[in-house]
């Protein structure tokens, strides 16, 4: 019976398996906070925030709306990305920047807006990013302003379509005279 033991102890430990290798699971993403900039006046800022603390379900996000000006140039970055569940708040940003060749902002502007987005930052492999972008308003309009932050680890090309969604969020959008 020891012998038996001592045979099966060692074929358990030559079964060993090999160490897996690190899941990239999306984030959990509670914050999303975006800063316009006016190319022709830096006074004038505009920062909003799309925060959904419960996360899926529960209770509704809380978004700012964004109030952009007619024919204007505004250089846009992603001020924040945070897991405010967590204490203290996890910087996904950080995460995002560090795996930006994984990671893609998407800027989509509802049918009709006057908001247009060129310019994005780029990863090690020259695709756009989305951490930083221009926006350019037509004229005075209202509309909405889909935000999604796609998680793209191998697949990433440079379209929406691969990967899965890590965050996604509406702003509403009022371009004024």
């Not at 999306?26 to 022709?40: D, G, H, M, P, Q």
């Not at 920047?97 to 310019?119: I, Q």
């Not at 004229?139 to 932050?149: D, F, P, S, V």
Request: proline share 5%.
């Amino acid at each position: 019976m020891i012998l038996a033991v001592a045979i099966g102890t060692l074929t358990f430990q030559g079964c060993k398996k090999d160490k897996l290798p690190d899941v990239n699971d999306n984030e959990l993403i509670t914050t999303l906070r975006l800063k316009f900039v006016n190319n022709a006046n830096a006074a004038d800022v505009k920062l909003v925030t799309w925060r959904d603390l419960d996360g899926d379900g529960g209770a509704a996000p809380v978004i700012d709306p964004l109030n952009l000006k007619a024919s204007a140039t505004y250089s846009v970055s992603v001020d924040a990305i945070l897991d405010e569940s967590k204490t203290p708040a996890a910087d996904i940003k950080a995460d995002v920047l560090e795996e930006n060749f994984d990671h893609l902002l998407v800027y989509a502007p509802s049918t009709g807006l006057n908001l247009t987005f060129s310019n994005f930052d780029k990863d090690k492999n020259n695709l756009p990013v989305g951490l930083t972008a221009t926006g350019t308003t037509g004229a005075a309009n209202t509309g909405t302003l889909k935000i999604t932050l796609r998680h793209q680890p191998d697949v990433k090309n440079g379209t929406f379509a691969p990967g899965s969604t890590d965050v996604e969020s509406i702003f509403p959008v009022t371009i004024a005279n």
